[in-house]
């Protein structure tokens, strides 16, 4: 049969196993988003019944809109954006006000209100929500008549659905520290497999390995930023929240972790684009080849238990059993010790007695004495 029929037949089967792939994740999404989605639909009805039940204020969605927001499925911390939009709408609304007064209403009056209304909240914030929040306030009160309650009864209602939305969240919280623990294990189990990666490429003389490992590291700091990110989302659920205040001193812990193992993955990076160089230059022995891919392999190794300790509900026995490890790895990280002689190689070393004292740190090891684990050069 030919190539180009095996591919006609083989095309349907492709799209229905992507679309069973797609409906898959799609029912696991949604599946671990419902208690979220009834919080925003609770939430949102809430608000715009308050609004307009209590306050008298007559269609107020953006009470309904901004508790939405605030509930919203980033990683965001929940009072920066109730902030981001109580204050966007009020500035909005002063800004258009202004202008409307200054320039009168019309196509483009609307035009530069907007312009100059993104100017202003990007020098007064970075974040996104205010920017829109701001810019879109300020466009209705520039083509749309004011409602009956005055020009701040929108700021009025924003701030209205992001305190039900704050309210809502402190009484019926996300275990603060569940998101924490499993990104956690996921960015340690992406830096062991860079580490096995580097290890594989020594033991098989092969540079494009090494690029691949480089390649993982690199993919990973967009998620490590966002996992930082909603690290301090989880440190402000404890700090305010009645219910989980008692665990504030451990997810603060995490979100120093974070830290760390942010500095061992970018460590991983330099480690593997050197290694990649190294390998083209073969600059190692085959002894100090074999040597460093062990002690590579058992890090990885190492990093595996680190991830279970960290990520789980374990003993203090199993942290300080995975401390004493990278601590006997750390002690023969001596070029002598691997016979690694020439610059190159030894350069290598120095890289990985970085990323060494960064897993050391991670594994809550005081700094000085991560630095104390290595031999003297």
């Known amino acids: 049969m030919p190539e180009s029929a095996q591919a006609e037949l083989t095309r349907p089967a492709a799209t229905?196993?992507?679309?069973k792939r797609r409906v898959r994740l799609g029912l696991r999404?949604?599946?671990s988003s419902v208690v979220r989605a009834l919080l925003m639909a609770v939430c949102a009805?809430?608000?715009?019944?308050f609004s307009e039940i209590v306050l008298g204020h007559q269609n107020p969605l953006f009470a309904a809109t901004s508790a939405i927001i605030a509930l919203g499925f980033t990683r965001d911390p929940r009072l920066r954006r109730v902030l981001e939009v109580g204050l966007g709408c009020t500035i909005g609304i002063v800004l258009g006000d202004f202008l409307l007064h200054l320039l009168g209403s019309g196509i483009w009056q609307a035009a530069l209100v907007v312009f100059l209304s993104v100017l202003l909240a990007r020098f007064l914030d970075s974040g996104a929500i205010f920017t829109t929040q701001l810019a879109l306030q300020s466009l209705l009160v520039v083509l749309l008549p004011i409602s009956a309650g005055g020009p701040f009864t929108r700021s009025i209602d924003a701030v209205v659905g992001g305190c039900f939305a704050l309210i809502l969240t402190f009484l019926a919280p996300r275990d603060p520290r569940r998101e924490p623990k499993d990104d956690?294990?996921?960015?340690?189990g992406e830096?062991?497999?860079?580490?096995?990666?580097?290890?594989s490429a020594l033991s098989y003389n092969d540079s494009t390995t090494a690029w691949h490992a480089l390649v993982r590291a690199r993919s990973q700091q967009p998620l490590i930023d966002a996992m930082r990110q909603g690290l301090r989302g989880s440190v402000e659920i404890a700090t305010l929240s009645p219910l989980y205040r008692r665990h504030r001193q451990e997810v603060e812990g995490m979100e120093k972790l974070m830290v760390h193992v942010d500095y061992a993955m970018r460590s991983s990076r330099v480690l593997a684009r050197r290694l990649a160089s190294v390998i083209n230059n073969a600059a190692l022995s085959d002894a100090g080849t074999v040597h460093l891919a062990e002690v590579i392999s058992e890090t990885a190794a190492a990093v595996d238990e680190l991830a279970a300790a960290l990520s789980e509900s374990t003993t203090l026995a199993s942290l300080t059993h995975t401390r004493d490890s990278l601590a006997d790895i750390a002690s023969r990280l001596h070029?002598?010790?691997?016979e690694i002689t020439r610059m190159e190689g030894e350069t290598l070393v120095l890289l990985f007695?970085?990323?060494?004292?960064?897993?050391?740190?991670a594994a809550r090891m005081d700094?000085?004495?991560a630095r104390e684990q290595l031999p003297e050069l």
């Not at 956690?184 to 340690?188: A, D, F, M, S, W």
């Not at 830096?191 to 290890?199: F, G, T």
């Not at 070029?335 to 691997?338: D, G, V, W, Y």
Request: hydrophobic share 50%; proline share 5%.
């Open 367 to 369: 700094p000085a004495d």
């Open 191 to 199: 830096l062991s497999l860079v580490l096995r990666e580097c290890a």
């Open 184 to 188: 956690l294990k996921e960015v340690l």
């Open 45 to 49: 009805v809430g608000a715009y019944y």
């Open 16 to 19: 229905v196993l992507f679309l």
């Open 29 to 31: 999404r949604s599946y």
């Open 335 to 338: 070029p002598k010790t691997l």
């Open 353 to 361: 007695r970085t990323l060494m004292v960064d897993l050391l740190e």
